[in-house]
């Protein structure tokens, strides 16, 4: 795949999206990137196991000191278990992008995201969320996106789309939305007694980003020669609902009428 660069900036803010670079053996990766934060993100996708009855995907979110610039030394040389920040990251990335996957669908699907990169202004959850859809469309993967997602936060009377780690500290807002191009589908936020207008305005405001988003996208799979799939359900086995309308139906209607 050749390698191509995208970049889509607000107010000075902008998000590098790279194809290409890294993780060739992956169904689909992307490194995305803002500031000096760089997150690379890959999905996956295999055949379904037989007598799956439910969506078997896979979100994991990962750090590494290294990302950081420290190195672990002492007794413990071992990265330890995952951080809390870490879980709730994978939970971040799973819950806009799970629905936007057909129903019918049974494959196994893995979706990873790791921070290679991390300048402590920069927070790298919302470039992952966005980054699990460009990953899962490069992948060829039934997909009803894409999908996008940024942090709103609010310093004074002003909005700012994807904030530091400082502005959010001192802001009334923090607030991730994520969208597809039919809505909004997630909203996660904390705020300091902040009326209802204020935070509706917010959820506007920030899903304008998200379209932005979305259409660089769209731009980014034309370049690159794709089409987002979307398969044709599989004709369901009409067996046992057949079997149960011939053998039942009547019965029930009986007890219905009595009742």
């Not at 979110?61 to 290294?66: A, D, P, S, T």
């Not at 790791?114 to 202004?121: F, I, K, P, V, Y």
């Not at 994807?162 to 939305?177: H, K, M, Q, R």
């Amino acid at each position: 795949m050749a390698e191509i660069d995208k970049s889509i900036s607000f107010d000075g803010r902008d998000i590098r999206l790279k194809v290409g670079l890294l993780a060739p053996q992956a169904g689909g990766s992307v490194l995305i990137e803002s500031g000096d934060t760089a997150v690379l993100v890959t999905a996956t996708r295999s055949e379904a196991r037989e007598g799956i009855d439910f969506l078997p995907l896979t979100v994991d979110y990962e750090e590494r000191l290294y990302a950081a610039g420290r190195i672990p030394g002492g007794i413990m040389r071992r990265e330890g278990r995952p951080p809390e920040r870490a879980i709730l990251t994978s939970r971040l990335i799973d819950r806009p992008l799970r629905p936007l996957f057909p129903s019918w669908l049974r494959d196994d699907l893995q979706v990873i995201a790791l921070t290679l990169s991390m300048d402590e202004l920069v927070p790298p959850d919302v470039l992952a969320v966005t980054g699990a859809s460009i990953a899962t469309l490069i992948a060829q993967i039934p997909f009803y996106g894409p999908m996008a997602a940024v942090r709103v936060g609010l310093v004074g009377d002003d909005f700012i789309i994807n904030p530091t780690y400082a502005e959010i500290e001192a802001g009334d807002l923090d607030l991730v939305v994520a969208g597809s191009p039919d809505g909004v589908i997630m909203v996660e936020a904390g705020a300091n007694q902040l009326p209802e207008r204020d935070i509706i305005e917010a959820i506007d405001f920030g899903y304008e980003a998200v379209r932005d988003l979305i259409q660089a996208q769209r731009d980014l799979i034309a370049e690159l020669g794709l089409t987002i799939v979307l398969q044709e359900p599989p004709i369901p086995d009409q067996s046992l609902e057949n079997y149960i309308r011939d053998r039942a139906s009547e019965e029930i209607k009986k007890i219905t009428r009595s009742v």
